[in-house]
């Protein structure tokens, strides 16, 4: 599976953005997808994920209620849009697939098979 990020930039706190993961190879949807972020001098942390069929969606608790993440199974796409962006939003986003065929929490990164390049997103105040 390849991974192509889009979307990112640069936005004012309050804002909006709505990064893109473009998703090649094989079927998408027997892929769990996830969003991962890095800041500058921390480690890669959990965001958001959407299982296979897109009936469960997963939040880490700084972003519930100001993030969606979607996917489309016609342009084999995950979104995430992002809301009432603050300053501390701003980090390089992964776009993540882990194959759905066997059972395993989709808030640790190391359970991911495939990733992206990353899109900065950066928020200014």
């Known amino acids: 599976v390849q991974l192509v990020e889009s979307g990112g930039g640069l936005v004012q706190a309050g804002g909006s953005l709505r990064p893109s993961c473009a998703a090649s190879?094989?079927?998408?949807?027997?892929?769990?997808m996830g969003w991962f972020r890095q800041a500058p001098g921390k480690e890669r942390e959990f965001v958001a994920a959407?299982?296979?069929?897109?009936?469960?969606?997963y939040y880490t608790h700084s972003v519930k209620g100001r993030f969606t993440i979607s996917r489309d199974y016609v342009k084999n796409t995950v979104l995430l849009q992002m809301n009432s962006l603050n300053p501390e939003d701003t980090a390089v986003y992964y776009c993540?697939?882990?194959?759905?065929?066997?059972?395993?929490?989709?808030?640790?990164?190391?359970?991911?098979?495939?990733w992206g390049q990353g899109t900065q997103v950066t928020v200014s105040s």
């Open positions: 993540a697939a882990k194959w759905a065929g066997y059972s395993a929490s989709l808030y640790q990164r190391e359970k991911y098979d495939y």
């Open positions: 190879g094989r079927a998408f949807n027997t892929y769990d």
């Open positions: 959407i299982n296979w069929s897109g009936s469960n969606t």
